[in-house]
């Protein structure tokens, strides 16, 4: 009987052991599964917050490359108005008073005539360049009435009749007021040159206090968007460099003979 009971006792320190040991294992594997999972999250979140340092290294270089570009356009820009249209200004002027000599003959009449005609024409286009390099009206009525002067202007040169529905975006800073008109007159100027567009429709429309969508609609050749990336030249690459700094998608449909449409969206929050 007390045989009988030790063998009993023996198989259940056995069982007890046994038991203690698959808790052991299982505490275990579950303790390494946590460990690696952790591990494995906090390598995800490092690998994730390299990620986000490099965008963020990009995304500065690309603010630092356009403000360089901004100053650029910004002495050019004063440079034709100081230097050039001030020295034909006075070519026109001299050129006015010779006019009025009475001395002169028909000949050389003509000449000067000539003369303030070319001087004329080439102050006009010096303007019309110094003006595209740098808004004033940008910078002293706000984008919305730079925009329309700037659809406005396209339209009467013929090349491009452009419809336009324009929302004030009072929450944007001066720096991007000029992302989104710079945007703009990169999607008509490539409508023109690349496309052949006639018409336009442009619609900016405030969606919240922060956010905004404009869709250019134009009825250009078009091109296989699959190819974009590859036929992408300055002015696309200006879009894509200004709507990322912007923090916005930009959506582009387009087929061969049927026109385009670029969407650029703030990016929900």
Known sequence: ????????????????????????????????????????RKIIQKELEKAALRLEHQKTILQATIATQEEERKRIAQDLHDAISARLNVVSLTANLLLDDDDL???????????????????????????????PILDKFGLKVALEELFDDFSKTKQVQIKYDIDELDFLSKTNDLHVFRIAQELINNAIRHGDASRMKIVLEKEDENSFTLICKDNGNGFDVSKISKKS??????????????????????EIDKGSIFTIQSKKS
Do not use: W
């Open 105 to 135: 003959n028909e000949e050389q009449k003509s000449s000067l005539e000539h003369i303030l005609g070319i001087t004329t024409t080439t102050l006009e286009s010096s303007r019309k360049i110094a003006h595209d390099l740098l808004p």
């Open 233 to 254: 030249g300055i002015g696309l690459q200006n879009i894509k460099s200004r709507t990322a700094i912007l923090e916005c998608n930009l959506h582009v449909e387009s």
């Open 1 to 40: 009987m007390e045989k009988q009971f030790l063998i009993i006792q023996d198989q259940g320190s056995v069982i007890a052991a046994l038991a203690y040991g698959i808790i052991f294992l299982v505490l275990l594997t579950t303790g390494l599964l946590l460990f690696f999972h952790y591990s494995r």
